[in-house]
């Protein structure tokens, strides 16, 4: 089983409701064999919702930080939303670990799904969302779909 940010599946779950189209290469994996989650959604954050960023991290690190009380995720208007953050990581790993996933793809760019640590990513975004990080931690191999 191969875990899928629920956007990346073209499912309504992005903070500003835009439907993303499934990249080909997605679309052609057996279906039966695809998790798609959203960790906002499953905190219970809704769609639409405010944009938010992880604050007061280590570039890299962010999502580990947050996990450990180091760093916050902020709206822009300054509404702490790191428990929700946290929630839903936990609810997509519980799910993950009970279908036996071994590997994830991510959006990028996200403070939850991100995954890209030596900031390759030319857009931007953090090095490592909240979700990234429990999964890494659990021993989950990510990876990161620019999209
Ligand atoms: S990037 Fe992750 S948190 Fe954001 S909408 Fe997609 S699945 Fe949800």
Same mark, same amino acid.
């Given at each position: 089983m191969i875990l899928v940010s629920a956007c990346l599946w073209g499912l309504c779950t992005r903070y500003d409701s835009r439907v993303l189209a499934v990249p080909t290469w997605l679309a052609q994996l #057996?279906?039966?064999?695809i998790l798609a989650l959203c960790p906002e959604v499953l905190g219970g954050?809704?769609? #639409?919702r405010p944009a938010a960023r992880i604050v007061g991290a280590t570039p890299g690190r962010e999502g580990t930080d947050v996990l450990a009380g180091r760093a916050r995720v902020l709206t822009a208007?300054?509404?702490?939303?790191s428990a929700a953050f946290i929630a839903g990581a936990q609810a997509v790993l519980a799910r993950a670990l009970a279908a036996g996933v071994r590997r994830a793809y991510l959006k990028d760019r996200s403070p939850s799904c991100a995954h890209d640590p030596q900031g390759h990513n030319p857009r931007g975004g953090p090095g490592q969302g909240v979700l990234t990080a429990l999964l890494l931690a659990q021993g989950i191999e990510v990876m990161e779909v620019r999209a």
């Open positions: #057996p279906h039966a064999d954050l809704t769609v #639409p208007e300054g509404l702490d939303v």
